[in-house]
């Protein structure tokens, strides 16, 4: 069965605290693993997507990576705006996702 | 950019109504996904729709069923709410072939009292 486990579950840090967020996925053939950010009450947005191991991909203060069993979101230098829950998704062989629980993300000034 | 427009962003409807909640894209998608989101239960799939008229079961499809008329439009009907579907509902489209990516509409809150 695939499984995608986020972690931490919650994560506060200090604005220009860099960190990074852990997704762990076994799935049967890997199809792409996606990066979303979801802002309270609204539809995750897309951020991400990485298809093989050794990949990297940035968007401002984000930084994406990918090995054989899991990813980083590293941030560098956070923001009170990047605050958000970060969620993963790795797709498989037959084209489904598989959704991680996601990690809530604050930023204090 | 992707739009994905969800009809209604907040529903409160009585037990035992018939509710309906459309999506619309506007990328010429095959793939659409109806997912409901629950706190500590994550993003759960409840259909899907390879394309126009087909339509296929995801993990929770119990108490929904769902209609695919036109390429662009998805709905997902209740066809006698319960307290239980209460949740935020997400529509998310995507093009055929593997590895696409999903994009999401804003999601439509439902409460069912």
């Known amino acids: 069965e695939d499984q995608v486990t986020q972690s931490p579950e919650a994560l506060r840090l200090q604005e220009g605290e860099s960190s990074s967020l852990n997704c762990s996925y076994t799935?049967?053939?890997?199809?792409?693993l996606f990066w979303y950010r979801q802002d309270p009450g609204k539809g995750p947005e897309f951020l991400f997507t990485?298809?093989?191991a050794g990949e990297e991909k940035e968007k401002e203060r984000l930084k994406a990576t990918l090995t054989k069993k899991e990813s980083f979101l590293h941030i560098t230098a956070p923001k009170p705006e990047d605050s958000a829950t970060y969620l993963c998704a790795a797709g498989n062989a037959g084209n489904m996702l598989t959704f991680g629980g996601g990690t809530r993300l604050m930023v204090k000034p | 950019d992707v739009k994905v427009t969800q009809s209604s962003r907040y529903l409160v409807k009585r037990t035992g109504e018939k509710v309906f909640l459309e999506c619309v894209q506007d990328?010429?998608?095959?793939?659409m996904f109806w997912y409901r989101q629950d706190p500590g239960l994550g993003l759960r799939l409840i259909y899907f729709?390879?394309?126009?008229?087909?339509?296929e079961k995801g993990d929770i499809p119990e108490g929904y069923s769902v209609s695919r008329e036109k390429k662009e439009r998805f709905s997902l009907i209740l066809e006698s709410a319960s307290t239980n579907q209460t949740s935020m509902y997400l529509c998310?489209?995507?093009?055929?072939?593997?590895?696409?990516?999903?994009?999401f509409g804003e999601g439509s809150w439902l409460t069912v009292v």
């Open positions: 998310a489209s995507r093009s055929s072939g593997s590895g696409n990516t999903i994009y």
């Open positions: 990328m010429d998608h095959e793939n």
């Open positions: 990485l298809y093989s």
């Open positions: 729709s390879y394309d126009v008229k087909m339509k």
């Open positions: 799935v049967s053939g890997l199809r792409g």
